[in-house]
Structure formats: C-alpha cells, structure tokens
C-alpha cells in the first residue's frame, strides 16, 4: 500500500493509490518495488479481493496491516477505509 501511494507524482497527479498503477508496467519492474515480492503480494491480494477493484484491495490491506502492527505492539487502532478507488488500464499508465 505504502509503495502503490508514494508513486503519485504532483507534476501530472498521476500514480499514487487510485488506479492501482502498481501492478502494472513500468511500476511493477521498478527495483525499488522489490518486483518478485511485489508480485507474491499483489497476487496474494488479487486471490482474495472478491468484488473491490485492485486499487480499494491495495489500500484496504495496507489499512489492515497498519491496525495488525498496532495490535502486536500492544495498541487497539481502527483505521478508517473509504472505498471508491479504480483500477487504471495499462493504455491510462
């Protein structure tokens, strides 16, 4: 979630979490997105997504994962998710 937000770029307004830019080309092969792990993950996501675009499943399991981190350091956080995010097309990247 963390890497899918920091590529927003404020020149174009492009990247960033809305679009789920990720997982696809030229972002998934950046060695900074660490591409073999990048992909368990995203498939990982992908396999239990049900109905929500790629882009609300990335953000909600990045949500979750922060609320699991809290709770092993001994802290009860609910983090709020707003869905409504879309997956971008290869052509919008």
Same mark, same amino acid.
């Given at each position: 979630?963390?890497?899918?937000?920091?590529?927003?770029?404020?020149? !174009?307004?492009?990247?960033?979490? &809305?679009?789920?830019?990720?997982?696809?080309?030229? /972002? +998934? !092969?950046?060695?900074? &997105?660490?591409? %073999? +792990?990048?992909?368990?993950?995203?498939? +990982?996501?992908?396999?239990?997504?049900?109905?929500?675009?790629?882009? !609300?499943?990335? *953000?909600?399991?990045?949500?979750?994962? *922060? @609320? +699991?981190?809290?709770?092993? %350091?001994?802290? @009860? *956080? %609910?983090?709020?998710?707003?869905?409504?995010?879309?997956?971008?097309?290869?052509? /919008?990247?």
């Amino acid at each position: 979630a963390w890497a899918s937000a920091s590529t927003y770029r404020r020149t !174009d307004h492009r990247g960033g979490a &809305n679009g789920a830019r990720i997982r696809l080309a030229p /972002q +998934k !092969d950046w060695a900074v &997105n660490e591409p %073999a +792990k990048l992909a368990a993950v995203l498939a +990982k996501i992908e396999s239990l997504r049900g109905s929500l675009s790629m882009a !609300d499943a990335i *953000v909600l399991a990045g949500t979750a994962a *922060v @609320e +699991k981190a809290a709770r092993d %350091a001994g802290f @009860e *956080v %609910a983090v709020p998710f707003t869905g409504g995010r879309g997956d971008a097309s290869a052509e /919008q990247t």
